[in-house]
Nanobody
Framework: QVRLVESGGGLVQPGGSLRLSCEAS????????VDWYRQAPGKQRELVAT???????NYADSVKGRFTVSRDNAKNTVYLQMNSLNAEDTAVYYC??????????????????WGQGTQVTVSS
């Protein structure tokens, strides 16, 4: 079955950078859009960035100019480069994607998937 796995989170000082990865595994025919969300303690989940299968991107106002989303279709991986990080960026970051691939042993199709999340902490 298709799985999304995030990685690259960690502790970083204010002003620092991190690059998150979201890798899709399993039998995959096509990855459509991929969204990056984040959720800080006590807050609602927030859409941070989107990249379509055509490579078009969109960002939340709070991260424009600091975050860059990109994709490597050959590796079934989407990246979120985060620069000039500040304390307000502290959150669990999740990727979400529509993927056409194996759903079960005998079934394939397009479904929406979430990763398990990766923690980003910005602190001195």
């Amino acid at each position: 079955q298709v799985r999304l796995v995030e990685s690259g989170g960690g502790l970083v000082q204010p002003g620092g950078s991190l690059r998150l990865s979201c890798e899709a595994s399993g039998l995959i025919f096509r990855i459509y859009f991929v969204d990056w969300y984040r959720q800080a303690p006590g807050k609602q989940r927030e859409l941070v960035a989107t990249i379509t299968d055509g490579g078009s991107t969109n960002y939340a106002d709070s991260v424009k100019g600091r975050f860059t989303v990109s994709r490597d279709n050959a590796k079934n991986t989407v990246y979120l480069q985060m620069n000039s990080l500040n304390a307000e960026d502290t959150a669990v970051y999740y990727c979400n994607a529509d993927v056409d691939g194996r759903i079960s042993t005998y079934t394939t199709g397009r479904r929406n998937y979430w990763g398990q999340g990766t923690q980003v902490t910005v602190s001195s």
